[in-house]
């Protein structure tokens, strides 16, 4: 690391204890870039707890004179192969222009080369650090730490002013509810199989996802498994829409977490079927506005999908990719 801090600031690894501090500087940036409040205490409580990950080693907080946090970032990398790695972090808006923010992302790169010996031989590491379009700091910051831009993505919603279109299930596909604890085990390999095809995927041992899965639902505030759609062929899980009552930032805003449609069952209309039925939903329980995000060149070709279902951009984010070890992909780059 290069970078130093101002006179008088100081660092260390983060705290349960700080999480409403934590919270608030994370919302002082959301609202300065997109007017709303993105981040909840408990939800943020539930991410720290994450099987694997630790405040102590994988967060550091930059402290002003006066004992404030005023910087954050943290490191993701719990999951084998460790060949992709993640960072994200935030600086005070007030705070900026004191290299706290090269200071933090220089810190990241250190922690994440040490998963380098953790990894398959002659595979291909890389840092990835994701910022929103309005925030050109960040963008900045990245391009000038030898980031490269690598991916866009897009958060799409819909605004109904009337009811959707009914669902149209191909024949012996019917939906229904998800039943926690029973079909834990088989939704995950479920969702596995679903983005096998998408970009950046990387398979990781099943039974350490299963933990983390597990730990989100049964610490989430806002899982509500009404809201988690499975279409099923008989026993099969062909596809899934898991969504949640709301967003942070707009409590009147459905959101759909995850939708795929498994290998052998796409091109039948299950995806849009899935979608409808949960727009429908949503507009039952009086919400409007729906959201969901989405790879902008979706191998899948999923933005056609939400496109034709009248789902329109209305937020773009980029991708940011450093290279610490050249060697083979192991991610899925391509759909044959």
């Known amino acids: 690391m290069t970078a130093g801090l101002p006179k008088g600031f100081t660092v260390r690894p983060v705290t349960m204890e700080e999480l409403k501090a934590a919270v608030a500087l994370f919302n002082a940036c959301s609202m300065e870039l997109i007017g709303a ?4 205490i408990d939800e ?23 004992g404030e946090i005023v910087g954050y970032i943290e490191v993701w990398d719990i999951e084998e192969p460790h060949v992709q790695i993640w960072s994200w972090g935030r600086v005070r808006p007030d705070y900026r222009g004191k290299r706290i923010g090269t200071y933090l992302l220089q810190w990241a790169e250190a922690r994440a080369r040490k998963a380098i010996p953790k990894t398959p031989s002659g595979a291909r590491v890389v ?19 030898g980031f490269n831009l690598i991916r866009h993505f897009w958060r799409m919603v819909i ?33 596995r ?9 990387v ?27 499975l279409a099923m062929d008989g026993d099969e899980i062909t596809g899934a829409s898991l969504c949640s009552p709301k967003t942070n ?7 759909v977490h995850t939708l795929g449609v498994r290998r052998p069952w796409r091109r039948h209309g299950i995806a849009l079927a899935l979608l409808h039925h949960s727009f429908g939903e949503f507009l039952n329980r009086g919400k409007r506005k729906v959201s969901l995000h989405v790879d902008a060149k979706s191998l899948t070709g999923a933005t056609r999908l939400y496109e034709k279902a ?24 391509s759909v044959t």
């Open 37 to 40: 409040k993105q981040h909840d």
């Open 44 to 66: 943020t409580r539930v991410e720290w707890g994450t099987p694997g990950f630790n405040l102590e080693t994988d967060t550091r907080v930059v402290l002003s004179p006066a």
């Open 127 to 145: 840092l990835r650090h994701s910022a929103l379009h309005q925030d050109k700091p960040a963008q900045a910051l990245l391009a000038h730490e």
């Open 159 to 191: 605004k109904m002013d009337g009811s959707p279109p009914t669902p149209v299930w191909p024949e012996g596909v019917v939906v229904r509810t998800f039943a926690p604890e029973q079909e834990d085990r088989a939704l995950a390999t479920a969702v």
């Open 193 to 201: 199989d679903m983005f096998k095809d998408h970009w950046g995927y």
């Open 203 to 229: 398979e990781t041992p099943f039974e350490e996802e299963l933990v983390r899965w597990q730990h989100w639902l049964k610490n989430d505030k806002n899982f509500d498994p009404s809201l988690w759609f």
């Open 249 to 255: 930032e707009d409590p009147d805003m459905g959101y």
């Open 310 to 333: 009248g789902m329109h951009v209305d937020r773009l984010s980029h991708n940011y990719e450093k290279e610490l070890r050249p060697g083979k992909d192991l991610a899925t780059q």
